[in-house]
């Protein structure tokens, strides 16, 4: 079986993929070089260090951002019991909703997106999400709607989950709340809603050390009051936060009706 990074092609910038690869193989080539020639020791310890530093970015954006591979489930209390219909918010080219599918393998999936703007994804369209799923073979339980999040087009009390990786917190303040009511109308009481955003951790210090300086979305980290705030003033009750590597997660739920005396 081939590497996820050749099996799929969710096609993010090819800097993201192959950067930090190519980075380590040219520092390391230069550092043998140097070595072989026998310039100065500085000049072989730096192009080692380099290729270092590439090795190392390398494996925090394939295995902790996972830029090219299926977003792994960040926690198995989303969707416990296995089944259902469920509605993925900024399905963009398939990551997320590949590896959803394949740890929930008995739920459908309806994957949203209004295919329009640029998130680090090259020719995003509901074409390469298709690709990518049937190339994981689940592609029998993915619907796809081209629709905005802030207005969803479907019934009150339709779906039983919701999900959103990299994609609500892209948008303002005024976007997410607008999501988050929308999102809590088509769920059924009872029902959850798992978002997902990237936490600006030792992994991605390592990989773009730049995001030390605090700016861009490599440095972004969620304000987990604000998030709880929203997803109350929605009508959710927020039931979990937690961190997995370079990853933040909410997991929050719809109440579930008292019945009537």
């Known amino acids: 079986m081939l590497p996820p990074m050749f099996t799929y092609d969710?096609?993010?910038a090819w800097p993201l993929r192959w950067g930090h690869p190519l980075v380590s193989l040219l520092g390391g080539v230069l550092a043998i070089v140097a070595w072989r020639l026998g310039w100065r020791r500085g000049a072989t310890i730096g192009f080692g260090l380099v290729a270092a530093w590439g090795l190392a970015g390398t494996v925090a954006m394939h295995y902790a951002v996972q830029i090219a591979s299926p977003q792994r489930l960040v926690t198995e209390a989303f969707l416990p019991a296995g089944t259902g219909e469920v509605l993925e918010l900024g399905a963009g080219s398939g990551r997320a909703t590949v590896g959803f599918l394949r740890a929930r393998p008995q739920a459908t999936v309806v994957a949203l997106d209004a295919y329009r703007g640029y998130y680090g994804i090259d020719d995003n369209s509901p074409d390469r999400l298709m690709r990518n799923v049937r190339a994981a073979g689940v592609d029998a339980r993915v619907q796809v709607s081209v629709a905005d999040?802030?207005?969803?087009?479907f019934a009150?009390?339709?779906?039983d989950a919701a999900f959103s990786v990299a994609a609500i917190d892209h948008l303002p303040w005024p976007g997410i709340e607008a999501t988050l009511r929308e999102t809590a109308r088509v769920l059924r009481p009872g029902g959850q809603l798992l978002i997902v955003s990237l936490n600006s951790d030792g992994w991605v210090a390592?990989?773009?050390p730049w995001a030390l300086h605090g700016h861009g979305f490599w440095s972004s980290s969620q304000n987990r009051r604000r998030w709880r705030a929203a997803l109350e003033a929605a009508g959710f009750v927020v039931d979990d936060i937690g961190t997995r590597p370079a990853t933040q997660y909410i997991l929050a739920s719809r109440p579930r009706q008292v019945a009537s005396r």
Do not use: E, I, K, S
Not at 149 to 153: C, G, S, V
Not at 156 to 159: C, E, K, L, P, V
């Open 149 to 153: 999040m802030r207005t969803l087009p």
């Open 206 to 208: 390592v990989a773009m």
């Open 156 to 159: 009150a009390g339709r779906f």
């Open 10 to 12: 969710f096609d993010y």
